[in-house]
């Protein structure tokens, strides 16, 4: 399956964007996916991910009650809804699929897409 991720630009903290990631080549019904982002300088980090049937989400701590993962099958996408924007969610958003668990290791994904870069000004 291949992923790609869009809909990162620049915007200024507080703001709000929304992260799409769409699949081709096979269907995402079957896969856990995940979000996860680069900052420059830094390792890749994971944001959020949810099961295939959409019911089980997880988190990372720092964007816990600001970010939402959503998935919507039928149409082979994947969204992240980034609320309330600080300048350290700057990085480069990548999506990513995992056909057995909801994890927060890249290393447990086996499809990732090109990144998206999201920049917040303070």
């Known amino acids: 399956v291949q992923l790609q991720a869009s809909g990162g630009g620049l915007v200024q903290a507080g703001d709000s964007l929304r992260l799409s990631c769409a699949a081709s080549?096979?269907?995402?019904?079957?896969?856990?996916m995940g979000w996860f982002r680069q900052a420059p300088g830094k390792e890749r980090e994971f944001v959020a991910a949810?099961?295939?049937?959409?019911?089980?989400?997880h988190y990372a701590d720092s964007v816990k009650g600001r970010f939402t993962i959503s998935r919507h099958n039928t149409e082979n996408m994947v969204y992240l809804q980034m609320n309330s924007l600080k300048p350290e969610d700057t990085a480069v958003y990548y999506c990513?699929?995992?056909?057995?668990?909801?994890?927060?290791?890249?290393?447990?994904?086996?499809?990732w897409g090109q990144g998206t870069e999201v920049t917040v000004s303070s």
């Open positions: 990513a699929a995992d056909p057995t668990t909801l994890s927060g290791i890249p290393a447990d994904y086996d499809y």
């Open positions: 080549g096979g269907t995402i019904s079957n896969y856990v």
């Open positions: 949810i099961t295939w049937s959409g019911r089980t989400t």
